[in-house]
Nanobody, 129 residues
Framework: QVQLVESGGGLVQPGGSLRLSCATS????????IGWFRQAPGREREGVACIMSNDHSTYYKDSVKGRSTISSDAVTNTVYLEIRSAKPDDTAVYYCATGTLYYCSDNHRDPDYYGTAYWGKGTLVTVSS
């Protein structure tokens, strides 16, 4: 049974940093590409970052490019997302997700687009002073 559990959310001051974790089970990061998505109040869910399993290549949404890093640890089966220079617009519920046919791309489509998908329940990040 595939499970993804996010953690690390909370209150962050503007300009601060946050590091989210996505603990996975029931799959191997050697074979599954993992994406981070977020949904702000009143807005559609959007892809933020993605990491490929084969070569660890990474993809970022323009709004976080240059100030965020996605990484994975195959030993602990955990994927991380760090965002630096946090902005109020980063406030959202952050989800990690994957799927059997999911792969990273510049258009950051949901894993559901490709077939069977697995999502965590999300972790809330609030950027505010």
């Amino acid at each position: 049974q595939v499970q993804l559990v996010e953690s690390g959310g909370g209150l962050v001051q503007p300009g601060g940093s946050l590091r989210l974790s996505c603990a996975t089970s029931g799959l191997s990061l050697e074979y599954y590409n993992i994406g981070w998505f977020r949904q702000a109040p009143g807005r559609e869910r959007e892809g933020v970052a993605c990491i490929m399993s084969n070569d660890h290549s990474t993809y970022y949404k323009d709004s976080v490019k240059g100030r965020s890093t996605i990484s994975s640890d195959a030993v602990t089966n955990t994927v991380y997302l760090e965002i630096r220079s946090a902005k109020p617009d980063d406030t959202a519920v952050y989800y990690c997700a994957t799927g059997t046919l999911y792969y990273c791309s510049d258009n950051h489509r949901d894993p559901d687009y490709y077939g069977t998908a697995y999502w965590g329940k999300g972790t809330l990040v609030t950027v505010s002073s």
